[in-house]
């Protein structure tokens, strides 16, 4: 096979602010709140970085290993490495795929709720029942979603035609500093609101009476999407990544921010949920319906719930990217096609995907299988099968497959860097995070 020339990023910071804002996404800021508000707060907080540590940073490394050693797209990685394998690859293109079905209409419900925050409209309602009907009405529409769902698609095949660098990177270095800024501005905002310290306390102090085992595997799968592991993104990253990138470095730093950003997240709603006595536990629609009722009680409300949509809408973009990139790679390397005609290839798979989830909400509900719509079965099958599928192969493929001194010579870059934890990490990567997985995959599917 030839090898194209490919690009690398930059510095080390590029490295991790890049793969930080694949993780760092809408599973932060909207589904991080509400499922943690469901299962109790501070406990829950507390498995969840458990979760992160002890599962997503070996999984983490994995991909990383695999990305950089062969620095291909995923199909590409995998097949490089064991061609018995490859399948591995197929199923890292064929999440993301699926992924960008939903995310993008979610993506497209954010940047809507901004420029109608912008516009001032929603001042013009007063009542949390009203806000719902607004959302109903807007998800069920039959082509206004779809109209923000394409200019979404449209925004993220931007970044993608600029190149990796000049397009993934450099966008990275401005939106990742610039949500983190906003999310602080909002946060503190937030918990200086009268009755806002409730909330600080409903996020950090530990109520263990409400721990399930549920809520532990539930914590797991949370963590699982919002590093976005077990499909090709960060083996696709881990791609451009320097030989002399430390991959332990910047895994922990990117499981940091990406952690970091759910507690922030957690401290703008809390507080603003409990300053105005909501209880906390509204689920989806928390961030859509709650805490827009909730901006229209404050002061300058229009500035604050702009703010926060532009967050969103930035945290959306930086993982759509990813997801989109993951694709374009596949099809420009193993397709041999040029960069532009694989990422409009990839755009146009995802407006038609994404286009038909938003319909099977409202003008098309026959487009729907075992009572959920088509919307709802690209994620269950993404975040319930595909992803723990994905996490669990890849561990088995560098625990167990792999030449054993794989892993420890792509940590250490071949022997340049000390090698601290392998004792731990091996273990973790060939028993832990196997049998957790299977754990997670089979309560998801109601086995247990
Ligand atoms: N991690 C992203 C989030 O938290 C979602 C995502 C999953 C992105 C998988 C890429 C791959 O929203």
């Known amino acids: 096979m030839k090898t194209t020339h490919r690009a690398t990023f930059g510095g080390r910071l590029s490295a991790v602010l890049v793969t930080a804002g694949s993780a760092v996404g809408l599973g932060n800021i909207w589904r991080f709140p509400y499922v943690a508000g469901e299962n109790g707060g501070g406990a829950f907080l507390l498995i969840y970085i458990l979760s992160v540590l002890l599962l997503g940073v070996p999984i983490m490394l994995s991909e990383f290993a695999i990305g950089r050693n062969t620095h291909r797209n995923a199909v590409g990685a995998y097949r490089t490495l064991s061609s018995r394998w490859s399948i591995l690859g197929y199923n890292s293109i064929l999440a993301p795929l699926l992924i960008m079905g939903f995310y993008l209409v979610v993506s497209g419900w954010t940047l809507e709720y901004m420029i109608h925050s912008l516009t001032g409209e929603f001042t013009r309602i007063s009542t949390p029942e009203a806000y719902e009907s607004l959302f109903n009405a807007f998800t069920q529409n039959p082509w206004k979603p779809l109209l923000y769902t394409v200019v979404f698609t449209l925004l993220t095949h931007g970044v993608i035609a600029l190149g990796v660098q000049k397009g993934i990177e450099r966008s990275a270095r401005i939106m990742m500093p610039l949500l983190l800024l906003i999310l602080v501005v909002l946060a503190v905002h937030s918990i200086l609101l009268p009755g806002g310290t409730e909330g600080v306390k409903f996020l950090f102090a ?25 499909l090709g993104c960060l083996v696709t990253y881990a791609s451009y990544f320097k030989n002399d990138t430390n991959i332990t470095h910047t895994a922990l730093q990117v499981a940091f921010i990406d952690t970091l950003v759910a507690v922030l997240a957690g401290l703008v709603i809390f507080p603003a949920v409990f300053s105005v006595g909501i209880e906390p536990t509204a689920g989806p629609s928390l961030v859509f319906v709650t805490l827009p009722a909730i901006f229209n009680t404050l ?18 973009l930086t993982s759509t990217i990813s997801l989109h990139e993951v694709l374009t790679v596949y099809v420009q390397e193993e397709w041999h096609l040029s960069r532009r005609a694989a990422a409009w290839i990839v755009t146009g798979a995802c407006i038609v995907l994404g286009a038909a989830a938003s319909l099977s909400l409202g003008a098309w509900q026959w487009l729907q299988l075992g009572g959920k719509s088509f919307f709802d079965l690209l994620d269950f099958v993404t975040a319930n099968i595909m992803l723990p599928a994905g996490g669990f192969f890849i561990c088995i493929f560098t625990g167990w497959v792999l030449d054993r001194r794989f892993m420890p010579a792509e940590l250490t870059n071949h022997g340049a860097l000390r090698l601290h934890l392998w004792p731990l990490l091996g273990m973790l990567l060939r028993w832990v995070c196997p049998v957790v ?6 309560d998801n599917l109601g086995v247990l």
Request: aromatic fraction near 14%; charge should be neutral.
């Open 206 to 230: 530990p109520d263990f009476s409400k721990v399930t085992p549920s809520t532990v595997l539930t914590a797991l799968g949370q963590a699982f999407f919002s590093l976005s592991i077990g």
């Open 299 to 316: 002061p300058l409300s229009m500035v604050w719930s702009t703010i926060f949509f532009l967050l969103l809408v930035i945290a959306a």
């Open 437 to 442: 997985i299977l754990l997670i995959f089979l």
